[in-house]
């Protein structure tokens, strides 16, 4: 009889274990988690302020990749207050274990390079396992071209990952809820051709078709003028941006570089003299924050959709 109570109790302790996990996509692998993570490290401004909007500080031991080139704004400073930035740039192997994290959340060119030091590889054998923000995916496989439903699933997956699952599914809900609404007001004619200028003088970097600006764009009726660049983010000309005549170029804010130092650049140089943006000066300054998936994507679509139709 005894061993009997044993082995269902062995049996009810396996479904119990089984029930608490929990399986996400993560770019092109699956992963299992046993239990919620319990000491979480975020890379990156916008990957932070995802698992803030989530409610997550408490789970968190860190996080890393802001102030090396990036700021906080007030309310990410409040958010975070409690917690040690354990890296400025991108973290150490070191950084991660010393830690005792059991969960990074980062990705490609966010936090982790294809065969560099820190990649989910490479961290399994110290417990810490790996979610990869969608966005990057397009750096290890094939993905469709950059969509709000990159952001939506990555604040979903979090949420299960965690067991916020109704947070998320709030957050979720409501931002599709407000860009419904404002979609359906908003009054725009062609799209307009648009460029994205992150940073760069010789060569510019910029948003390809896998980049999250080429949803915003598209959201506030416009095109980037790089939507057949099949890249996330990356290099081009300037013969290509000359040849392709944007009517509205969109700057990234972060870096030692300033916006206003970018338009003055653009704006000053005899080779873009002809550019209809230039012409107009027509310039929108997003922060990298509200460029790069997260929660405050919405905001830019609005900040864009004025910009572009503004009266």
């Known amino acids: 009889m005894k061993s009997t109570l044993l082995a269902t109790g062995a049996l009810l302790i396996s479904a119990s274990a089984l029930a608490a996990q929990t399986t996400v996509q993560s770019c092109n692998r699956s992963v299992t988690f046993d239990a919620p993570p319990e000491r979480a490290i975020s890379n990156d401004v916008n990957l932070t302020e995802m698992m803030l909007a989530l409610g997550l500080a408490d789970r968190m031991v860190g996080y890393t990749g802001v102030s090396g080139w990036k700021t906080l704004d007030e309310d990410m400073r ?22 005792d994290a059991d ?32 966005e990057s995916c397009a750096h290890v496989m094939q993905k469709d071209t950059a969509s709000m439903d990159d952001m939506y699933v990555d604040l979903l997956n979090l949420g299960r990952i965690f067991d916020v699952q109704e947070r998320a599914n709030e ?18 004619g062609e799209p307009l051709r648009v460029f994205v200028y992150d940073s760069g003088d010789d060569t510019p970097f910029t948003a390809g078709s896998y980049a999250m600006p080429t949803a915003l764009i598209e959201a506030a009726g416009g095109t980037n003028i790089m939507d057949d660049f099949e890249k996330s983010w990356g290099t081009v000309t300037w013969e290509e941006v000359v040849e392709r005549n944007p009517e509205v170029v969109v700057i990234i804010n972060y870096g030692e570089v300033t916006a206003a130092q970018k338009r003055e650049f653009m704006m000053t140089n005899p080779a873009f003299a002809d550019l209809d943006a230039v012409k ?15 929660p405050r994507n919405i905001k830019a679509i609005k900040t864009l959709a004025e910009a572009f139709w503004a009266k």
């Open 78 to 99: 409040n958010g975070i207050e409690a917690l040690p930035e354990l890296s400025p740039k991108y973290p150490t192997r070191e950084v991660l274990v010393g830690a």
């Open 103 to 134: 969960f990074y959340f980062a990705g490609w060119n966010y936090g982790m390079k294809v065969g560099g030091e820190l990649t989910p590889e490479t961290l399994e054998p110290f417990g810490i396992q790996v979610y990869e923000l969608t």
């Open 171 to 188: 957050l979720v809900d409501g931002y599709k809820a407000e860009l419904a609404a404002f979609s359906q007001e908003l009054e725009a």
């Open 280 to 294: 107009n000066d027509r310039f929108v300054t997003l922060e990298y924050v509200e460029a790069t998936p997260g």
